[in-house]
């Protein structure tokens, strides 16, 4: 073997069951798992790294279902303002002074700080993702759902329209889009760490005629469409105000056959219930950002009632500018509380199913569950472990039951995670990276946000957000 850890407590999650094995072991060779079991039952003789687990908790890498990561140097720069704010004059002003390695950077912090945090897998989403997925994610060893931004919405000082005002579309930037949406499937159909999705941003920046031709694509290659979905009051103004008073989000796609198992919605907020269950019912996979949606919009995102209803969910953290950062054992935490005071049921979202969430049920919701999700042999071997011998995680006891399972989402902040192994690769050890100099992206970060955020700053202002009405109150 390649690597072992043994003498834990380890969480297979396999079957729709927590798996727990007492003084546990896990075999890898290569890149996947070859051996769970009892620690006495591995032959450790000739296995070149071994991990002690006494006192740690193994378990499956976590899956950010949606996260756009090469925002990451502007945050703190979009928090406390009126959704209708967010995008256009919140956001946008800031955003359009980055540059390329900007953005690179951007992805290195937060890619760095989800894997220290224990994510293994990420949906990113974004415009040229094939520059992040060469410059952050192989070099790093993370695996990546690679998906590109497909985006029709003219260029024009967006900050100036109101939020009724329609965009205008250009095509020919869709078109140039789907392109290399399409040449990422073939770029990277031989990448064990890389696969692919389809990426239109959202009904009112894309259009039906190119919706139409992204489903058909998808279909030819058994992909998927990973597209955020009636994600509140500004989308709502741009699709009444294209398709009529009546219509929404959900009607739309449903009429023009584009509401079926193919696609991933992302966000749903803006949906009516008889509406998540239509989706439900045509098998739609729905991925929930709670941290983000909750600062952004101010508004529970319906993952619970989706998955009360049996439709697959998934969890993201967005873009650190609106949850702050990407960190999914905050995640757990954040929607596990907010479902269970939006619906006064402490009973609701326990903290099992947050650990499913997490890890399996991402994977179904990215069509990667036959590789990873679980612990078990023949699966790749993404894994995490948790040092319990820590003040959050304490006490630690497994009689009459197993009081990590709740610890592991109401108590721990991430920072106990001190393995990561992705692909069989030990990426992370001891809490440190094992090729990656964090401190210097750091320091590079702090340099540079430096000069994005004055160079912003007319446009900032001008833009006249609630944030520019707070800085002006002393209050920012």
Known sequence: MDLAIVNAWILTLAKNRLGIIKNGAIGIEGDKISFIGDTEDLDTNETDVIIDGKSHIVMPGLVNSHIHTSLTLLRGGAQDLPEIEWMNKGIGPLAKHLDSEDLILGSKLGVLEAVKTGTTTFSEYTSNVDRLVEQVYLPLGARVVATETINEVAQVNRAALKPSDLYEFDKEKGQQALTKNDQLFEKYKNKSLVTCMYGPQALDMVSLDTLKAIKEKAVSRNSKIHMHVAQGERERLQITGRFGKSASTVKVLADHDLLDDYLVAVHCHDTEKQERELMVSKEVKMVGCPSSISIIDGIIPPIYHYFSLGGKVGIGTDQAPGPGNHNLFREMRTISLLTKTQFRDPTAF???????????????????????????????????????????????????????????????????????????????????????????????????AERIFTNASEDWKAAGSQMVKDVEKGLL
């Open 350 to 448: 326990p903290s099992w199913q947050m650990l499913f969430l997490t890890t399996i049920f991402g994977a179904e919701i990215l069509g990667i569950e036959k590789e990873i999700g679980t612990l078990e042999i023949g699966k790749k071997a993404d894994i995490i472990t948790f040092d319990m011998n820590n003040l959050f995680l304490t006490p630690m006891v497994s009689n009459p039951f197993h009081n990590f399972v709740p610890n592991l989402v109401h108590s721990a902040t991430g920072t106990e995670v001190d393995n990561v192994i992705i692909n069989g690769k030990l990426i992370i050890h001891n809490r440190n990276f094992t090729t990656i100099d964090e401190q210097k992206i750091i320091n590079e970060a702090n340099k540079r």
